[in-house]
C-alpha cells in the first residue's frame, strides 16, 4: 500500500451506534489531519495530531473523538452521531503540520440515519 | 462574510479552452495559496502552492496571486477532458506556532470532448 488508506470506504450507521474511521499513511509523515468534507460547504478541517500530539480541535463536537496511537495511523471514533454529520471525512498527512503539502486518503463517505 | 470565496460553478467548456478559476478572500494575513484538484471518489491532490504575489507555472497550469486584491487564479491552458474534477483553493496562514488552513467551496469543472 502507498500514500495515504482509508477504511472503511463506505459507512451507514444509525444515531445510536459506534463505528471508527480508520487512517494510515506510508509516507513517513509526522502530522495528520481529519477533515469533513459536505456537499456545498468548503472542506473543514476537524483535528491536527502532529508527532502523535493533537494540536489542533477546531470545535469540533465531541461525539467525534480523534485517537493518534502513532504517526502513522489515525482513528476518529464514531458516537451518537445525528443525520447532518453525513459527509465525507478525509484523512490527510503532512511531513510536519507547517508543511505546505498535505496528503489526501480516498475518505469515507458517512451517512447516518 | 466567508473568509474564502469561490464559485461553486458548475462550469463547462470545450476541448481546448482556457479555463479561469478564481478564489477572493478577506484575511489579508494569508500568506500561502495552494489550488488541489479533486477528482470524483477521491482526495484532494495538490495542484499548485504559492507563497507570493505573482505568477507561478507549471506545465499547463498557472496560478496566480494578487495579495492587493485578495484574490488569487488558477488558468488551464489547452484543456483536456482529463482535467474534469473539482478545484479547490485553499489559504493558509501561520500564527504563533499554529496554523490556519481555509478552503473554498470548490468549483466544479468538466472538460467537453
Known amino acids: 500500500e502507498t500514500g495515504v488508506t482509508q477504511t472503511p470506504r463506505h459507512l451507514v450507521m444509525g444515531m445510536t451506534n459506534k463505528k471508527s474511521l480508520k487512517c494510515e499513511q506510508h509516507l513517513g509523515h509526522n502530522a495528520m489531519y481529519w477533515y469533513k468534507q459536505s456537499a456545498k460547504k468548503p472542506l473543514e478541517l476537524m483535528f491536527v495530531y502532529n508527532f502523535k500530539e493533537q494540536t489542533e480541535n477546531n470545535s469540533v463536537p465531541s461525539r467525534f473523538s480523534p485517537e493518534c496511537p502513532n504517526s502513522s495511523h489515525l482513528f476518529l471514533h464514531l458516537h451518537t452521531l445525528q443525520p447532518e454529520d453525513s459527509a465525507l471525512y478525509l484523512c490527510?498527512?503532512?511531513?510536519?503540520?507547517?508543511?505546505?503539502?498535505?496528503?489526501f486518503g480516498p475518505g469515507t463517505r458517512l451517512t447516518v440515519l | 462574510q466567508k473568509e474564502v470565496e469561490q464559485d461553486p460553478g458548475p462550469l463547462s467548456v470545450p476541448e481546448g479552452a482556457i479555463v479561469s478559476l478564481n478564489c477572493t478572500y478577506s484575511n489579508s494575513a494569508f500568506q500561502y495559496f495552494m489550488w488541489y484538484r479533486q477528482y470524483s471518489r477521491k482526495g484532494p491532490e495538490l495542484l499548485m502552492y504559492t507563497y507570493s504575489s505573482g505568477n507561478k507555472e507549471d506545465g499547463r497550469f498557472t496560478a496566480q496571486v494578487d495579495k492587493s486584491s485578495k484574490y488569487i487564479s488558477l488558468f488551464i491552458r489547452d484543456s483536456q477532458p482529463s482535467d474534469s474534477a473539482t478545484y479547490l483553493c485553499?489559504?493558509?496562514?501561520?500564527?504563533?506556532?499554529?496554523?490556519?488552513?481555509?478552503f473554498g467551496q470548490g468549483t466544479r469543472l468538466t472538460i467537453n470532448p
Open positions: 490527510a498527512s503532512s511531513q510536519d503540520w507547517d508543511t505546505d503539502t498535505q496528503y
Open positions: 485553499a489559504m493558509r496562514e501561520l500564527i504563533q506556532g499554529a496554523q490556519k488552513l481555509v
